[in-house]
């Protein structure tokens, strides 16, 4: 009689405690992505629902169910919608030179 190994779908959002490991985590995917806004606006809704999802929304003035879609993966949210949500999780973006 074998047991069977139950495996379950890693969740990055139940790894996210800290507003620090929110950051880091956001800035590695900033690197990391190569330029596509779709992964790095579902970085942010893996941070938006490590803080909370509703909570999110209010605070960037968005249904609940608008910020699921925009920050799904699935598609690119405009500018405005990922500033936003920047802002609402006490984030900042910033920029920096490289190869120069």
Same mark, same amino acid.
């Given at each position: 009689?074998?047991?069977?190994?139950?495996?379950?779908? &890693? !969740? $990055? *959002?139940?790894?996210?405690?800290?507003?620090?490991?929110?950051? #880091? &985590?956001?800035?590695?995917? /900033? !690197?990391?992505? +190569?330029?596509?806004? #779709? *992964? $790095?606006?579902?970085? /942010?809704? !893996?941070?938006? %629902? *490590?803080?909370?999802?509703?909570?999110? *929304?209010?605070?960037? +003035?968005?249904?609940?169910? =608008? /910020? &699921?879609?925009?920050? =799904? +993966?699935?598609? =690119?949210? !405009?500018?405005?919608?990922?500033? %936003? $949500?920047? %802002?609402?999780?006490? /984030? %900042?973006?910033?920029?920096? #030179?490289?190869?120069?």
């Amino acid at each position: 009689m074998t047991k069977k190994t139950k495996t379950s779908r &890693y !969740d $990055v *959002a139940e790894h996210l405690r800290t507003p620090a490991e929110m950051a #880091a &985590y956001l800035e590695a995917v /900033l !690197d990391e992505s +190569g330029g596509d806004s #779709a *992964a $790095v606006a579902k970085a /942010l809704g !893996d941070v938006a %629902r *490590a803080r909370g999802m509703s909570e999110v *929304a209010r605070k960037a +003035g968005l249904s609940r169910e =608008s /910020l &699921y879609k925009a920050l =799904s +993966g699935e598609r =690119s949210p !405009d500018f405005e919608t990922i500033l %936003r $949500v920047v %802002r609402a999780l006490g /984030l %900042r973006l910033h920029a920096e #030179a490289i190869g120069q």
